[in-house]
């Protein structure tokens, strides 16, 4: 029977984590049939081998489910999973990292959500952490200048904390209410093949960070709604990858630079000056705090020296439609906060 559900798992040096992954989704019970595809991302870290083991030994996977695909090269998240979109046939696509367990009835949740209504694209799961504290996974991308400003500066303490969470979502919204949403993490996303078929996948010119909000934003411009699915839970051990490859600052300046390439592909002009200004203006006064009161913050100071340039190339930018290509090397495969 072919798959009405494609599970796809993009792997880069996932190991025990992946296979804790395919376990959550052994055990949890899908109303309907699903296959599983594995896109491993040159891992170097025996992770096929130990799914293998697994496979043989406990059959993780039913026979003929399972579908493992090895790159010769690090692609990246996005270009990983746009591998995989080509390799699926089911109407539905389930994009999952190999650090995500599905808790009970996750996948039947999501299922029912994109099927209540057509204009739905995508839906997303509630996210917890390991400690089961609840994981930020919506918020406003890209955000208004006005929002930063009241992130940064601190100034939403003055307003009323339901009013300060439909405002800002992020840290602000308790992720506790079905809705639409403006993005949805790329840790968990439930998709519909049609939708995928009309917008296309990930922008490849994304290496890595801001390739799950450039992609929600397209969705959302092509008339597609993403709604956020309470009911649905997983867990997600987010940064594990990026542990392996960059220090606290180095994977900072990463995403700030995918921020920023994201930003720069999705505003116009005055909107993009508008935004560096206001993350100048605010990481500048940060700076300053921290000073005065004897702390210094390397990663305060750094953002701070991020945020000049990217003002700098905002007010130079030419009209090109497309961000530049960011260089990246031994990427993470997996989404990561």
């Known amino acids: 029977m072919a798959a009405e559900v494609s599970i796809i798992i993009v792997n880069w040096n996932g ?18 049939t699903y296959e599983v595809i594995v896109i491993d991302n040159a891992s170097q870290d025996n992770s096929l081998e130990l799914l293998r083991k697994s496979q043989a030994s406990s059959r993780l996977i ?17 270009a990983a999973n746009n591998q995989a979109f080509d390799l ?61 400003l009241l992130s940064n500066l601190k100034l939403y ?14 840290g602000h919204w308790q992720h506790d209410r079905r809705r639409p949403v403006p993005m949805l993490s790329g840790a968990a996303i439930l998709a519909r093949r049609e939708m995928i078929e009309e917008v296309g996948g990930f922008d490849e010119r994304f290496h890595v960070y801001g390739e799950d909000n450039e992609w929600c934003w397209r969705i959302r ?13 997983i867990i997600h051990h987010g940064g594990e990858s990026a542990k392996q490859r960059w220090s606290g600052l180095e994977k900072l300046q990463v995403k700030m630079e ?32 921290y000073r005065l009161s004897g702390d210094r913050r390397p990663d305060v100071e750094l953002a701070q020296k991020i945020h000049r340039e990217h003002l700098k190339r905002s007010r130079t930018r030419t009209n090109s439609s497309r961000p530049p290509t960011a260089k990246v090397t031994n990427v993470p495969a997996t989404h990561e906060d």
């Open 15 to 32: 190991r025990d984590l992946l296979r804790r992954c395919l376990e959550s989704i052994s055990s949890s019970p899908f109303d309907l």
């Open 62 to 78: 039913d026979e003929g489910r399972l579908k493992i695909v090895e790159n010769a090269e690090n692609r990246g998240f996005g």
């Open 88 to 148: 699926a046939q089911s109407p539905l696509i389930f994009l999952l990292n190999p650090d995500t367990e599905l808790l009970p009835d996750a996948p039947n949740q999501l299922i029912k959500t994109i099927r209540s209504d057509r204009r739905i694209g995508a839906c997303g799961p509630r996210i917890l952490n390991p400690d089961g504290s609840v994981q930020i996974s919506v918020w406003h991308a890209p955000p208004k200048a006005w929002q930063i």
């Open 157 to 170: 303490l003055l307003l009323p904390q339901r009013l300060r969470g439909e405002l800002l979502l992020g």
């Open 221 to 233: 411009q092509a008339g597609w709604q993403l709604v956020f699915e309470p009911t649905a839970t």
């Open 258 to 289: 995918a921020s920023y390439l994201f930003e720069q592909h999705a505003l116009p002009r005055w909107r993009l000056i508008a935004n560096q200004l206001a993350y100048y203006l605010t990481s500048s006064l940060q700076k300053a705090w």
